[in-house]
C-alpha cells in the first residue's frame, strides 16, 4: 500500500511538471459550458449573421436544459475522450522506452503497484477533468435553460465516468503493449465498435460498456432500463485491463521484484 502511494504520487507531480493537470480540466471546463451557451446564444448569432429570416430564428425551437446535458456528455464522449487517449496513449510506453520503467521496476516496485499507480493517477485526472467540466455545463444550463434534476445529473454523470474509467483502462493495457500512436489507434477502434454495435443492434449489446451512455441519455429522458449488465461488464473489464497490463509488463523482460 505504501509502494502504491508514493508510487500514485509520482505519477501526480509528473503530470503537474506535465501541465496535465491543467489544460486537460481546462479543455473539459471548455467543452462544458461552451453548449449552453451556444445553444442560449443561438437565435442571436443567428440574426446577426443574416442568412435566417427574422421570423424563422424567433421560431427556433428551444431546447429543454435535459436535452442541452445529453449534448453536453455526447460532446465528452467525443472530444474529450479523444483528449483522455492522447493524454494517456504513452503512460507506460513512453517510460518503457525510455528506460525509466526498467529503473523503476528493478527497485523492488512490484509491475502490479507500477501498473495501479498509473491507473489510479489517469483516474485522478480523469474524476478532475469530467467533475469540473460536467459542473460547469450544468451550471450554465441551469442559469440559461433552466433547471435540471439533481438525481438525473448525479446519475447520468456517474454512468459516464465509469465508460471514461474502462476507456482509460484499455488505453492503459494497449500502452503496455504498445508504442503510443499504435495504442492509441486501436483503443479508439475499440471503443468506437462498442459504440457503433450500441447504437445498431442495442438489444444484442444490453451487457456493453457503451450501453452506459445510452443509459445516461435515457435518464434524462425519463426511460425506465437496466445497468446492473452494463454496470457489471464495465467494472470487469476495467479489472481484466489491469491484470493484463501487469501480466504484459512482466512478459516484457523487465526483472520483477518479490
Not at 503512460?91 to 529503473?103: D, K, M, Q
Not at 439533481?150 to 465509469?162: I, K, N
Not at 499504435?182 to 483503443?187: G, L, T
Not at 451512455?213 to 481484466?240: E, N, P, Q, R, Y
Request: aromatic letters at 12%; a neutral charge; hydrophobic letters at 55%.
Amino acid at each position: 500500500m505504501k509502494m502504491t502511494w508514493l508510487m500514485y504520487r509520482k505519477e501526480m507531480l509528473e503530470m503537474v511538471r506535465s501541465y496535465k493537470l491543467l489544460w486537460i480540466p481546462v479543455v473539459f471546463l471548455l467543452l462544458g459550458v461552451m453548449q449552453p451557451i451556444v445553444y442560449f446564444y443561438l437565435p442571436n448569432i443567428l440574426a446577426a449573421s443574416g442568412d435566417l429570416s427574422a421570423e424563422l430564428v424567433q421560431n427556433l425551437p428551444v431546447p429543454l436544459p435535459s436535452e442541452v446535458m445529453v449534448n453536453t456528455l455526447s460532446q465528452f464522449s467525443t472530444i474529450g475522450l479523444l483528449v483522455l487517449v492522447i493524454a494517456g496513449m504513452n503512460i507506460v510506453s513512453g517510460e518503457r522506452y525510455s528506460g525509466t520503467a526498467a529503473l523503476v521496476l528493478v527497485r523492488s516496485v512490484p509491475s502490479q503497484y507500477f501498473i495501479i499507480s498509473k491507473w489510479l493517477g489517469q483516474l485522478t485526472l480523469l474524476v478532475i477533468s469530467f467533475t469540473l467540466g460536467y459542473s460547469g455545463a450544468w451550471y450554465y444550463t441551469v442559469q440559461l435553460m433552466g433547471p435540471v434534476h439533481w438525481q438525473d445529473g448525479l446519475a447520468a454523470g456517474a454512468l459516464y465516468l465509469l465508460w471514461f474509467a474502462f476507456a482509460q483502462s484499455l488505453i492503459l493495457l494497449f500502452s503496455t503493449l504498445l508504442r503510443g500512436s499504435a495504442a492509441a489507434v486501436i483503443s479508439l477502434l475499440i471503443m468506437a465498435a462498442l459504440s457503433l454495435s450500441n447504437s445498431l443492434v442495442p438489444s444484442w449489446f444490453s451487457w456493453s460498456p457503451a450501453r452506459l451512455l445510452s443509459d445516461a441519455a435515457a435518464i434524462f429522458a425519463g426511460i425506465d432500463f437496466s445497468a446492473v449488465a452494463a454496470l457489471i461488464v464495465t467494472t470487469l473489464g476495467c479489472l481484466l485491463c489491469l491484470a493484463a497490463s501487469t501480466v504484459l509488463l512482466r512478459g516484457q523482460g523487465i526483472p520483477d521484484q518479490p
